[in-house]
């Protein structure tokens, strides 16, 4: 199966289905990802934060396909910010996988009372031109967070990694990232804070997979990557890796998708990085 890609500012691309990692432990993740590079799966994301990123790299290595075909995005918590920390960071990340570099390096909170997400990302521009990090961006940050590293650095980020899917959909966000050519990126995009299996139970969805003859979680999936959206769902189970993979072969109609505008529980549901983070 051939997974379509999505061009970063960094002339990289990032294909539009990834697996998603947390809270998957240094073998599961492994395990995890041999399964998923056999289903087709050449996107990992993971975080330092999830302590698993030396899994990771094994697993990237178990599957014995070329790490080039790999696109490895990690991020950096709050630890790191600041006074060049993440320059470190990154060296241990690197360390731990046991590889050369990653596709997409993320600050993974903005953390605004701490006040060092600008410094951290000129750290993070370093961190680029070095090579360690192919493509860098950011995660979890709102739009006041991303105006204030236009106006103050001289990268746009390539990503912006923020919880979404029809529950919390993140008009305006999504709005900002598009004007600045910044690829909006879905974690828990199968509704995941609600509740996933609640959430793909609900009758608009089931609805919508039984008369396209698709799973409520591909027609979650399609939402998103129909939308020029990249998603990160989790799943270790090799049935669910394959169809979560398998939505780039039907379409969501308008009407379609205004019957799953009806689950969104506000525009920002998710939860508010001004205040949440690590
Ligand atoms: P499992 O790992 O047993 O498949 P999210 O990435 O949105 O946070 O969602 C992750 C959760 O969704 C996990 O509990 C995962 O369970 C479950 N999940 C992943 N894919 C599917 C699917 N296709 N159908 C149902 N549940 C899924």
Excluded: C
Excluded at 145 to 165: D, I, M, W, Y
């Amino acid at each position: 199966m051939s997974i379509p890609s999505i061009p970063l500012n960094s002339g990289t691309a990032i294909p539009q289905i990834g697996l998603g990692t947390w809270p998957l432990d240094d073998a599961q993740v492994a395990d995890t990802i041999v399964a998923a590079a056999e289903a087709g799966y050449r996107h990992i994301d993971t975080a330092t934060r999830y302590g698993n990123e030396a899994g990771v790299g094994d697993g990237v290595r178990r599957t014995g396909i070329p790490r080039e075909q790999f696109f490895i995005t990690t991020k950096l918590d709050g630890t790191f910010q600041g006074s060049d920390r993440a320059l470190d960071g990154m060296r241990e990340a690197l360390d731990r996988m046991r590889l050369d570099a990653v596709d997409l390096l993320l600050i993974h909170w903005p953390l605004p009372q701490r006040d060092e997400y600008v410094s951290t990302w000129r750290t993070f521009e370093k961190i680029r031109d070095s090579g360690l990090a192919r493509a860098i961006g950011v995660s979890n940050f709102k739009v006041a967070h991303l105006e204030r590293l236009a106006a103050e650095t001289g990268t746009v980020p390539a990503v912006n990694q923020v919880e979404l899917s029809p529950a919390t959909t993140r008009p305006a966000q999504r709005e900002y990232h598009a004007a600045h050519g910044i690829v909006t990126e879905a974690y828990s995009p199968l509704g995941g804070r609600s509740g996933v299996r609640e959430f793909l139970a609900h009758p608009v969805i089931t609805s919508l997979a039984e008369r396209l003859g698709r799973t409520p979680a591909q027609v979650v999936l399609r939402w998103h990557v129909q939308q020029g959206v990249v998603a990160i769902p989790k799943s270790s189970d090799p049935a669910r890796l394959a169809q979560n993979l398998d939505v780039f072969s039907f379409d969501l109609s308008d009407d379609d998708m205004a019957s799953l505008a009806t689950l969104s529980r506000g525009p920002d549901a998710g939860g508010d990085s001004d205040h949440i983070g690590h």
